[in-house]
């Protein structure tokens, strides 16, 4: 038996997702996307969820990308864009949540080759894990000015059961790390899983008077829908096997394509 608040708060993220998908068929069009890397497998066949992809079809993605005249933003001239809202199409900004090894090792030289500028959201307890992005490699990747490294929280928890003073020790812990290891400027922030099942009003308040430039989730859209969302719990795109072949196939994408599941 599922406990009714658990039952309410999933409605409330079925509600929000129903609102996200008509704000993206009707609203979406020529508007700035954000795009949400995780890892990188070998082969297809080891991809098994949608937050996986082979660097093969991420490099295909960035080359389209490119030969199509999008524009890649620097996470400073995403947040020029969204506190204007002078929206331009054709232009995306690329992120990396919780930073995998391959992050460096197959997608960092594609990139560099493309100039392509990327946000690496770091969460301090996954570096030197296995699989995960080594100190070293972490370091020469904030060094490159291609890169902006951002906060994801200090272990990769669910937020929204946090009291005030632990989201500021996930926050502000991992924070202060990466500005004192790696002596950069870390102010932009995505939540850990970043879906209304996992992040509350409360955390999002609390993330808006925290001093951070602007705050992801994983939640599907464009930038546009920031009217609606705020500078605080900006929509993604998941990048995927099946985004990145109708994406580069010029097939009309669904709001389920897009979806991290
Ligand atoms: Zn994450």
Redesign the pocket.
């Known amino acids: 038996m599922i406990p009714v608040k658990l039952r309410l708060i999933r409605e409330h993220n079925r509600i929000y997702k129903c609102w996200m998908r008509m704000l993206w068929r009707w609203y979406g069009k020529d508007a700035p996307i954000v795009l949400m890397v995780?890892g990188f497998k070998p082969t297809k066949e080891e991809c098994k969820s949608a937050f996986e992809m082979t660097a093969a079809s991420f490099e295909r993605l960035m080359r389209h990308l490119t030969d199509q005249g999008w524009r890649a933003l620097t996470n400073n001239e995403l947040h020029e864009m969204v506190e204007s809202r002078s929206w331009q199409n054709k232009c995306f900004h690329l992120t990396f949540?919780?930073i995998y090894d391959t992050v460096y090792t197959e997608a960092f030289p594609i990139l560099k080759a493309l100039q392509i500028p990327f946000t690496a959201?770091v969460?301090k307890e996954l570096v030197d894990k296995p699989n995960y992005i080594t100190s070293e490699h972490l370091k020469e990747l904030s060094y490159d000015p291609l890169c902006t490294i951002g906060v994801?929280g200090l272990q990769?928890k669910v937020f929204r059961n946090f009291t005030p003073e632990e989201m500021d020790e996930q926050c502000f812990g991992d924070r202060e790390w990466l500005e004192q290891q790696f002596g950069v400027k870390a102010d932009t922030f995505?939540f850990?899983?970043?879906r209304i099942v996992e992040v509350s009003n409360a955390n999002r308040r609390q993330i808006k008077q925290s001093g951070f430039s602007m705050a992801f989730s994983a939640l599907e859209g464009t930038v546009r829908a920031s009217w609606f969302t705020g500078k605080w719990f900006l929509p993604r795109v998941n990048v995927s096997e099946t985004f990145v072949d109708k994406f580069t196939s010029g097939k009309r994408l669904k709001y389920k394509d897009c979806e991290g599941r």
């Open positions: 995780h949540d919780d959201f969460t994801h990769h995505a850990p899983y970043g």
